[in-house]
């Protein structure tokens, strides 16, 4: 079993950025790949980013691209979502996740994603 505790969140201003982490623990992740999904209130949870494990190949959401940058560190079994430039519509709680098997035709869906973690509060001021 894997566990996965984000952190980093809170309250920014428009125009801003901040940083969150993810870090996992219960043994080490051998899966394909890990992202960053968030929900806002009355929405459906949104694909943020992914990055696969192994090769480091990135994917993000189109309301994300230039602004929002994914990274990880095999060594610490960590990932990190850097995020630059935030809207108020960047407001949202943000999950952590990790995928064993990663198939294509849901990578950029909840349902890809077998392992999750508590989110973390990110409210963009305007």
């Known amino acids: 079993q894997v566990q996965l505790v984000e952190s980093g969140g809170g309250l920014v201003q428009a125009g801003g950025s901040v940083r969150l982490s993810c870090a996992a623990s219960g043994r080490s992740f051998s899966g394909a790949a890990m992202g960053w999904f968030r929900q806002a209130p009355g929405k459906e949870r949104e694909f943020v980013a992914a990055?696969?494990?192994?090769?480091?190949?990135?994917y993000y959401g189109d309301s994300v691209k230039g602004r929002f940058t994914i990274s990880k560190d095999n060594t610490k079994n960590t990932l990190t979502l850097q995020m630059n430039s935030l809207k108020p519509e960047d407001t949202a709680v943000y999950y952590c996740a990790a995928s064993r098997r990663w198939e294509a035709y849901r990578r950029f869906t909840p349902t890809g994603y077998d392992y999750w973690g508590q989110g973390t509060q990110v409210t963009v001021a305007s």
């Open positions: 990055i696969s494990w192994i090769g480091g190949t990135t």
